[in-house]
Structures are given as structure tokens and as C-alpha cells.
């Protein structure tokens, strides 16, 4: 076969693996629906793990802002927490075309191949043993692993025939506003609201006079999705109602779907393994995947690499991938936030989505949040959460229960 792997889509997890791969040697082709590689590295908000992953530094110009606190503030009544960088480390804004772009090249200087326009329909079977990708319908693309890095819809997934047993969908937009006004670049602010629904917006300053702004929601129930105004209606809203941001212009929008209910039971068959979105490879809670997507882009690569050397592309092979992968601090963080992300949702399935968000964030001390938000709060935590929100937990339990009896699993 011409090639050693085929890679699906060039969000962070497909540049991860298309990167590292072809730096391991392996002949490498990336197949990517869009004109170019995309915009759906969300690089808004990350820490020094996702540079470490990226191989760049702090200081260099693939790095767009530095925060020094994050603060958590409720929209409706102004309760705010902050979160400085003793507890969080520090956090930074990507410029997210730089590191895409960085990405490609690296991986076009160690020779893989990008083709562009090019929606992958289906992977191809020899039996169980997948071999490929049929591609626009008419192409076909043959090599002896096939990496899905196609996203939260992955065809990739959907033809290989993995299951999804609980998949949680997280909805978001982002715009890019210019010409705002007196913003502190150094201050980033996770907002909730009653409007928001289950999730948050953001404010991440890139200058003095731009910022990201964004939102992410859970639909916890339809009626509570129908209740809840339009997300970009929300931000509008709230531009509106600051001076800094009230005259701002926004010049650009992105938009897009993240799982957030933890990794998926299975993502890898006999020459195929899923990557990033596709596996659910996200940070829960906060709908965080850059960072775990170049992780396990670069887990895969190193597998890749391996199968390729022994010429064993078996079910039990690949399998090697998951099994190592689930090893890894981050799969453990994301499969703690994931349960937590769980049972906050079906809690807001019976009850007012918003209480829970108003005690944390009227209650909860900084380092607690912040354990919770990385999932590795330790028993301590637990148990003081057990006592100081004992009444939070309990209808949390009760709400969870109660949709069990209603809905089931
Ligand atoms: C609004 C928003 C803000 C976010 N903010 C942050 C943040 O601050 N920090 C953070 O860490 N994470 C953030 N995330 C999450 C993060 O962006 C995602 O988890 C991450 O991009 C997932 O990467 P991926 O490579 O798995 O998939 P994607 O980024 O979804 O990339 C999938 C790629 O596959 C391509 N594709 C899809 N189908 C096909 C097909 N059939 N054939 C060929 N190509 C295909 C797509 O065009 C795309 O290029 C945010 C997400 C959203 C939506």
C-alpha cells in the first residue's frame, strides 16, 4: 500500500497524529473535507501542557495572550470567584492559525500529504480488517491504519461501526470581537447565567481592544433547550451590557459541537482507531479538547509507529493504543470530569439548571474549583464537598435518580 496510515480530518487531534506520524517515518496522508487545514482549534484557552504538546514556548508567536487570573462570575447577580495563577498555572491563548499552520508544515516537511476537499464517505473492508477510505464518493484511499480525527460526526466511527452509548453534546460559538474598549488583557472570565443555560460563556482578552467571546451549552432536556434565548442572542446581549464591550465589532464567527460526556467504550478496530472528538478525548467539564486532542494524537502516532514496524495492524494490535491511551493522567481526568459532567446533567434535566452553577459559585473556594475543573480533586476535596454542600449533592443525587426512573441510562 502507498501509504502507512490515512488520517481523517485536521482539527488538533489530525495535525497531532499527521505530525508525529510522519515524524516517526510513517508515509502519511490527510484527508480533510475543507479547503484548508481548519479553524477548529479552539485554542481560546490553554495551559503550559498544550505548548509542551505543540513543542513551542511561552514567549513565541505562536503563543497570542498570557492570563495571570481566571474569574468564574455569574451574569445575573455578579457572585464571582477568581482563580489566580498560583492555583491554575499558567493559562494562554493560542493563535490558533499559527499552530495549525505549524502543525502542517511539520508534517508536510517529513513528507505526508494533504489533500483538501477530499469528505471521507466510508473506511473500506477486507472482512473485519479495515484498509482504507473511500472518499468524494468515487475515490478510494488504501493504507494499512486509518486514524479517525473527523470529529464529534465522524464518518470515520459511524462506518467502522463503534458505538456511542452516552453522548453528551456540548453546542458552541465563538466570535472574535475588535474595537472594544479599556479590556485588562492580563483578566479572563468564565461566566454563567440563566440565559446561558447548562454551560458558560467566556471572555478571553486577546488585546487591550479584542477579545473572544464565546459560549458553550448542554441541552440538558428539549424543553429546557426551547426555553433558553438563541447562544448568539445571549452574547449579544451581553455585549450590550458592558461598556467595554458595547461598541465592539464582530469580526468573526466560528461555531461547533464537542463531546463531553467522556471517552467512548471502544475506539479501535482491526486497522482503525479514533482520535480526539471522535473518541470523545475531551476535558468535561469544560468542554476543553485541544490539549487532550494533541495528546492523543501524539499516543496514537507512537502505536502507529509500532504497528507498522511488526506489520500487525490485528484488532488486538491497535487495541494496544486504547489500552496504553487509558493509562494516561489526562484519559483518567477526563473520564472523573466526564461522570461528573453526567450527573450535573441529568440533575438540570428535572431541575433548575442554574442552582447548582449559583452555589458553587457563591460557596466554593478557589482551589476546589479548580481540582474539580482539571478532575483530579482529591478525597479530601470530596469529602469536604460532601459536607459543605451536602443539600446540593443530595438533590443532584435525587434529580439523577429520578431521571433514571424517567428516561433510563
Ligand atoms: C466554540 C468552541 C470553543 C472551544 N474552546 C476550547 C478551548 O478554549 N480550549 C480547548 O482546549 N478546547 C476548546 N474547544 C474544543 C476543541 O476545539 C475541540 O475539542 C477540538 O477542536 C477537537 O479536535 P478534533 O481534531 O478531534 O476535531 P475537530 O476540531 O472537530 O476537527 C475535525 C476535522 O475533521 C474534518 N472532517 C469532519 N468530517 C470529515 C470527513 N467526513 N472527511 C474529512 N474530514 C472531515 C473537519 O472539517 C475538521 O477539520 C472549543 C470548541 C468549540 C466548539
Redesign the pocket.
Known amino acids: 500500500m502507498p501509504f502507512d496510515i490515512i488520517v481523517?480530518?485536521?482539527?488538533?487531534?489530525?495535525l497531532s497524529t499527521a505530525e508525529r506520524a510522519s515524524e516517526h517515518g510513517l508515509k502519511t496522508l490527510v484527508?480533510?473535507?475543507?479547503a484548508s487545514v481548519?479553524d477548529?482549534?479552539?485554542?481560546?484557552?490553554?495551559t503550559d501542557k498544550a505548548l509542551r504538546f505543540l513543542r513551542v514556548k511561552p514567549t513565541s508567536e505562536y503563543v497570542g495572550n498570557k492570563y495571570t487570573s481566571i474569574v468564574g462570575e455569574s451574569i445575573d447577580t455578579g457572585a464571582n470567584i477568581v482563580v489566580d495563577r498560583t492555583l491554575l498555572g499558567n493559562s494562554y491563548l493560542l493563535d490558533e492559525d499559527k499552530c495549525q499552520n505549524l502543525m502542517r508544515d511539520r508534517a508536510v516537511s517529513n513528507g505526508a500529504e494533504f489533500r483538501y476537499k477530499?469528505?471521507?464517505d466510508s473506511v473500506v473492508k477486507e472482512g473485519a480488517q479495515v484498509v482504507g477510505v473511500t472518499y468524494n464518493q468515487s475515490e478510494v484511499a488504501r493504507a494499512p491504519l486509518t486514524a479517525g480525527?473527523?470529529?464529534?460526526f465522524s464518518?470515520v466511527s459511524e462506518t467502522s461501526g463503534f458505538k456511542k452509548p452516552k453522548w453528551l453534546l456540548s453546542y458552541?460559538?465563538?466570535f472574535k470581537l475588535e474595537g472594544c474598549k479599556d479590556i485588562d488583557p492580563k483578566v479572563a472570565y468564565f461566566l454563567v447565567g440563566k440565559d446561558v443555560g447548562l454551560g458558560y460563556m467566556w471572555l478571553y482578552p486577546r488585546s487591550e481592544s479584542e477579545v473572544n467571546l464565546?459560549i458553550?451549552r448542554v441541552p440538558s432536556s428539549q424543553d429546557n433547550w426551547d426555553n433558553l434565548p438563541p447562544m448568539r442572542d445571549v452574547m449579544k446581549k451581553y455585549m450590550k451590557s458592558r461598556d467595554e464591550l458595547k461598541n465592539a465589532r464582530i469580526a468573526s464567527v466560528?461555531?461547533?459541537?464537542?463531546p463531553c460526556a467522556g471517552i467512548i467504550p471502544k475506539f479501535t478496530g482491526a486497522g482503525v482507531a479514533l482520535v480526539?472528538?471522535?473518541a470523545g478525548q475531551?476535558s468535561s467539564i469544560v468542554?476543553?479538547?485541544?490539549?487532550t486532542?494533541l495528546h492523543a494524537g501524539k499516543v496514537l502516532a507512537q502505536h502507529a509507529k509500532r504497528m507498522t514496524d511488526s506489520n500487525d495492524f490485528s484488532a488486538k494490535s491497535v487495541q494496544q493504543y486504547q489500552k496504553e491511551y487509558m493509562k494516561t493522567k489526562l484519559a483518567s481526568n477526563i473520564q472523573n470530569t466526564g461522570k461528573g459532567m453526567w450527573a450535573v446533567s441529568k440533575y438540570a434535566m428535572l431541575n433548575d439548571p442554574m442552582a447548582a452553577a449559583e452555589v458553587v459559585l457563591e460557596n466554593l473556594d478557589a482551589q476546589t474549583l479548580n481540582e474539580l475543573i482539571q478532575g483530579h480533586a482529591s478525597v479530601a476535596t470530596y469529602m469536604t464537598l460532601l459536607t459543605d454542600f451536602l443539600p446540593m449533592v443530595a438533590r443532584i443525587g435525587i434529580g439523577y435518580l429520578k431521571s433514571l426512573a424517567v428516561n433510563g441510562l
Open positions: 481523517a480530518g485536521t482539527g488538533p487531534a489530525g484527508l480533510e473535507r475543507r481548519t477548529s482549534l479552539m485554542g481560546e484557552l490553554v477530499s469528505r471521507v480525527a473527523d470529529g464529534s464518518r458552541g460559538y465563538r464565546g458553550g466560528n461555531g461547533g459541537v464537542v480526539g472528538n471522535a475531551v468542554g476543553g479538547g485541544v490539549t486532542c
